[in-house]
Nanobody, 119 residues
């Protein structure tokens, strides 16, 4: 079982920046495909970004490309989401997700952290 704890959310003005952090339990963090998702009020949860376990290849939703950066530190069991040039439409609860070892399917979820972007 993997436990994920997010932090770093908060209130920020349009154009500002935030960095979300997710710490994972377990000894095999380097084998997890990691990702960030978000859910805005009244909307379905949507993919934001992901990073693979070996090559650290990244993937982004079109809506955040060029503004968000996902990274991982396997020594610290941590995945980060650096968010720049934030827009009001980025307001959502952000969830960290982890896969089963050496798979691409997300199986574990954190409880989420609120990001609110105000104008």
């Amino acid at each position: 079982q993997v436990q994920l704890v997010e932090s770093g959310g908060g209130l920020v003005q349009t154009g500002g920046s935030l960095t979300l952090s997710c710490i994972a339990s377990g000894r095999t963090f380097s084998s997890y495909h990691m990702g960030w998702f978000r859910q805005a009020p009244g909307k379905e949860r949507e993919f934001v970004a992901s990073v693979t376990w070996t090559t650290s290849r990244t993937n982004y939703a079109d809506s955040v490309k060029g503004r968000f950066t996902i990274s991982r530190d396997n020594a610290k069991n941590t995945v980060l989401l650096q968010m720049n040039s934030l827009k009001s439409e980025d307001t959502a609860v952000y969830f960290c997700a982890a896969s089963q070892p050496y798979t691409m399917t997300f199986a574990y979820w954190g409880q989420g952290t609120q990001v609110t972007v105000s104008s």
